[in-house]
């Protein structure tokens, strides 16, 4: 499990929006181990932490939903979708 409090590890984290083709679904993943995740034009449809194992990422929704997924050649693969990063400056 990826230690959130350690600045060395948290470089090698995803860290920033990722986004489905149609940018339907976006994920904000934060250094300190958060998400926000939105969904159309609902801007936070869940919420919770992320940690990585590796390439597999696991999310604890705070409801305490689970879902979890893998980055594959740079690409994050999650519960039938497929998200890619985008440049912080790009809009929502």
Do not use: C, K
Request: charged share 30%.
């Amino acid at each position: 499990m990826t230690d959130f409090a350690n600045p060395s590890v948290q470089q090698d984290l995803p860290v920033g929006l990722w986004v489905t083709d149609d940018r339907y679904v976006r994920h904000e993943l934060r250094a300190d181990g958060r998400y926000v995740e939105a969904r159309g034009a609902r801007e936070a449809a869940y919420t919770g932490r992320y940690w990585m194992e590796g390439d597999h990422i696991e999310y604890l929704d705070d409801t305490g939903f689970t879902a979890d997924g893998d980055f594959i050649d740079g690409v994050l693969h999650h519960a039938g979708m497929i998200l890619r990063r985008v440049d912080a400056g790009a809009s929502r």
